[in-house]
T-cell receptor, first 113, second 116 residues
Framework: GAGVSQTPSNKVTEKGKYVELRCDPI?????LYWYRQSLGQGPEFLIY????????DSGLPNDRFFAVRPEGSVSTLKIQRTERGDSAVYLC???????????FGQGTRLTVV | AQSVTQLGSHVSVSEGALVLLRCNYS??????LFWYVQYPNQGLQLLLK??????LVKGINGFEAEFKKSETSFHLTKPSAHMSDAAEYFC??????????????FGTGTKLQVIP
């Protein structure tokens, strides 16, 4: 596709459930980023991949959050035992190289009820 | 450490009036600064960026921003607001000249309302 694609666009889940959020980056982009945007806040960094490996996961809030990018393209953000405080828009971005401009997807709005 | 402060979570202007969105930054090293726009249900789009070349930076859609080191500011302006400018705007800073977007810190955003 032409841009970064995130699915689903909306996800409602019950407290305690497991969710997976998917990101399809722009083809050929080596760097991939996940951010979380809570209501009334700016995006906050979660994790960064360079190729298949997580180069920086310092933004993950706790061990309930995990992300993978097994083939260096599509990435999945996984959240276990969801809590109401996890409700937010999860943004994915990709860039051709580490230092170049990042392009953002439209986000997945996660609501934990 | 680095941070940005956006003054005013909501700004309203009349169509055709000047747009001024304020951003002040804090950085322990010379900063790279960005302005992004977010339309409803869309991703962030880069409007412009300052990377130490010219202090007055021109971006897309008629927006520009001026880097003022003495004031630690990077305010976003547009001479004449259009209805299509209604969106949320984010200022962001990256303190390290190298490193990717994991080093970018975003502000809390300013929602711009344009009144016909």
């Amino acid at each position: 596709g032409a841009g970064v694609s995130q699915t689903p666009s909306n996800k409602v889940t019950e407290k305690g459930k497991y969710v997976e959020l998917r990101c399809d980056p722009i083809s050929g982009h080596t760097a991939l980023y996940w951010y979380r945007q809570s209501l009334g806040q700016g995006p906050e960094f979660l994790i960064y991949f360079q190729g298949t490996g997580a180069a920086d996961d310092s933004g993950l809030p706790n061990d309930r959050f995990f992300a993978v990018r097994p083939e260096g393209s599509v990435s999945t953000l996984k959240i276990q035992r969801t809590e109401r405080g996890d409700s937010a828009v999860y943004l994915c971005a990709s860039s051709l190289l580490m230092n170049t401009e990042a392009f953002f997807g439209q986000g997945t709005r996660l609501t934990v009820v | 450490a680095q941070s940005v402060t956006q003054l005013g979570s909501h700004v309203s202007v009349s169509e055709g009036a000047l747009v001024l969105l304020r951003c002040n930054y804090s950085s322990s090293v010379p900063p790279y600064l960005f302005w992004y726009v977010q339309y409803p249900n869309q991703g962030l789009q880069l409007l412009l960026k300052y990377t130490s070349a010219a202090t007055l930076v021109k971006g897309i859609n008629g927006f520009e921003a001026e880097f003022k080191k003495s004031e630690t500011s990077f305010h976003l302006t547009k001479p004449s607001a259009h209805m299509s400018d209604a969106a949320e705007y984010f200022c962001a800073v990256r303190g390290a000249p190298s490193g990717g977007y994991q080093k970018v810190t975003f502000g809390t955003g300013t929602k711009l309302q344009v009144i016909p």
